[in-house]
T-cell receptor, first 113, second 114 residues
């Protein structure tokens, strides 16, 4: 069966510090991968998606970037965090290309102070 | 483009009462529709999905939803609420993009009173 991991589970960072969040999927190959952010009062927002190694599409211009160095690894990064980057970050995967259901990881709670 | 509207950011029911969470969608193509549940500080768990087969969809934990094209609705119901149903519920739509972009509603927080 497939599983998806995210770490760290929680993170408290000062403004201006760098960020690296990691997501890995087990039990599948060549998945589509997604990063979502859930901010208070703003629902779930798709940030990035990837259909393959090194292929990243950005949905929203912002202070963040994403990379996919391996087939089942998806990384969310920032060089300098802003207060507005605080939120709950969720990674998701789906089996490409024909399936429709996305499965979510446990999330990372990021607080920027 | 697609969108989802969840009517009611908070719904409160008594244990044993009917749960009804409302979702209306907009999509330019036949949609795939989903309901996810989120418990505090956890990821989203799929409850059920509609993908153009039967219009009445049964999911986990006793939930079901009915796709009504004429009303562009996909409301979530459960006949008898349980305390463990207290969570936030999200309706979402995929509108035909190849990469499967999910568009979510704003969520509905369900509170269950004893």
């Amino acid at each position: 069966s497939q599983t998806i991991h995210q770490w760290p589970a929680t993170l408290v960072q000062p403004v201006g510090s760098p960020l690296s969040l990691e997501c890995t999927v087990e039990g599948t190959s060549n998945p589509n991968l997604y990063w979502y952010r859930q901010a208070a009062g703003r629902g779930l927002q798709l940030l990035f998606y990837s259909v393959g190694i090194g292929q990243i599409s950005s949905e929203v211009p912002q202070n963040l970037s994403a990379s996919r160095p391996q087939d089942r690894q998806f990384i969310l990064s920032s060089k300098k965090l802003l207060l507005s980057d605080s939120g709950f970050y969720l990674c998701a995967w789906k089996q490409a290309p024909r399936t429709d259901t996305q499965y979510f990881g446990p999330g990372t709670r990021l607080t920027v102070l | 483009a697609q969108s989802v509207t969840q009517l009611g950011s908070h719904v409160s029911v008594s244990e044993g009462a009917l749960v009804l969470l409302r979702c209306n969608y907009s999509s330019s193509v036949p949609p795939y529709l989903f309901w996810y549940v989120q418990y505090p500080n956890q990821g989203l768990q799929l409850l059920l999905k509609y993908t153009s087969a039967a219009t009445l969809v049964k999911g986990i934990n006793g939930f079901e939803a009915e796709f009504k094209k004429s009303e562009t609705s996909f409301h979530l119901t459960k006949p008898s609420a349980h305390m463990s149903d207290a969570a936030e519920y999200f309706c979402a739509v995929i509108g035909g993009t190849s990469y499967g972009k999910l568009t979510f509603g704003q969520g509905t927080i369900l509170t269950v009173h004893p």
